[in-house]
T-cell receptor, first 113, second 117 residues
């Protein structure tokens, strides 16, 4: 039982390049989330998927797209990376409802030059 | 709208002394509240959560937090700090999502706990 896994762990991009961050969970959770973590700002929600087949914008969605591929997988795509997207990205999953715990992956550290 | 304020960005304690990490929240609804811990270069781990049951919540590793509605606070405490407690701690509030929808968390900016010998 791996929980939430993310690939890659580290990535360096040049401005304008694209990439996809992958996330998978094996807990049969309905909801999945993408966050970014910047120094002094806590975690901010980029996009989330309440259930398979649905996605919604979070607090900071600009410059990102997501795909809920199936119940297990939720990917985050940067179409044209910018230095402002240098951050640590976390994927999380939960059942449904506000009382349910979100379980986090180990993170992807992305640097955009 | 909901928000979370962690009152200290950095707390330093000696090993064996009590820990207090302060958190105030704002929510239009009856919130769910969480404390998460992040060790260096790791993901986030749930310490404890409050979901409108008992106001004193016990978590892992000897941590506990008390929900005080009148003070809109959810402070995290531990009687005796251990070196392994050194980490970043996040206070988090969740909106009262309808059944069947995802929860949306609002994170505080974090408190870095330093434990010295």
């Amino acid at each position: 039982n791996a929980g939430v896994t993310q690939t890659p762990k580290f990535q360096v991009l040049k401005t304008g390049q694209s990439m996809t961050l992958q996330c998978a969970q094996d807990m049969n959770h309905n909801s999945m989330y993408w966050y970014r973590q910047d120094p002094g700002m806590g975690l901010r929600l980029i996009y989330y998927s309440a259930s398979e087949g649905t996605t919604d914008k979070g607090e900071v969605p600009n410059g990102y797209n997501v795909s809920r591929l199936n119940k297990r997988e939720f990917s985050l795509r940067l179409e044209s990376a910018a230095p402002s997207q240098t951050s640590v990205y976390f994927c999380a999953s939960s059942q449904t409802g506000s009382t349910d715990t979100q379980y986090f992956g180990p993170g992807t550290r992305l640097t955009v030059l | 709208a909901q928000s979370v304020t962690q009152l200290d960005s950095h707390v330093s304690v000696s090993e064996g002394t009590p820990v207090l990490l302060r958190c105030n929240y704002s929510s239009s609804y009856s919130p769910s509240l969480f404390w998460y811990v992040q060790h260096p270069n790791k993901g986030l781990q749930l310490l404890l959560k409050y979901t409108s049951a008992a106001t004193l919540v016990k978590g892992i590793n000897g941590f506990e937090a008390e929900f005080k509605k009148s003070e809109t606070s959810f402070h995290l405490t531990k009687p005796s700090a251990h070196m392994s407690d050194a980490a970043e701690y996040f206070c988090v509030v969740s909106d009262p999502a309808r059944t069947g929808t995802a929860s949306k968390l609002t994170f505080g900016t974090g408190t870095r706990l330093q434990v010295t010998l």
